[in-house]
């Protein structure tokens, strides 16, 4: 994970906003959670240093470290090595896949997850973003992201087209 790049870019989101993000230290009880959490360290680290403590309206919501570890589906999501960082306007849900170093960006169909009571998180999500480096970079340049997993999953495959149908 790139974590110094995105907390770099939170900075830069801070300072843009005038300090509205609070980018920095969590409160001390969501840091004893997510310090008891079986995830990569960088990621940890990021989550309790590096993170919003105000949520992020960037087209999508990106959540709060309050936001990330009060998810109701917090469990479902760790269960597949994923973790709820944002939603979407529709409530579909922004997630990032731990289990991979770059901790590529989904998006998770609400519709699926909740309707669907023994659904995967992982498989009702479609890959938008290779890293969430990417995503963060995308918000502070003003760039296009997807509202929805629909367009989301439109994206993808037209993304992947203009690459040469590199995955």
Known sequence: MRSELICDINHHLD??????????????????????????MSLKRL?????????LDAGLSIYSVEQIVESEDEPRFRAQQMMQIGS???????????????????????????????????????????SLA???????????IPTDYYSGAEYRETKDEMDGGKP
């Open 15 to 40: 300072s843009m906003l005038e300090g509205a993000l609070k980018v920095g230290d969590c409160p001390g009880k969501f840091n004893d959670v997510i310090e008891q959490w079986e995830i990569p």
């Open 47 to 55: 989550l309790q240093w590096k993170w919003f403590n105000v949520p």
């Open 88 to 130: 979407c306007i529709n409530g579909d849900m922004v997630c990032i896949d731990y289990s991979q170093e770059e901790c590529p960006v989904y998006f998770t169909s609400h519709d699926t997850l909740w309707e669907e009571e023994n659904a995967s998180a992982r498989d009702c999500s479609v890959l938008i973003f290779d």
């Open 134 to 144: 990417e995503l963060m970079l995308r918000i502070a340049e003003s760039k296009y």
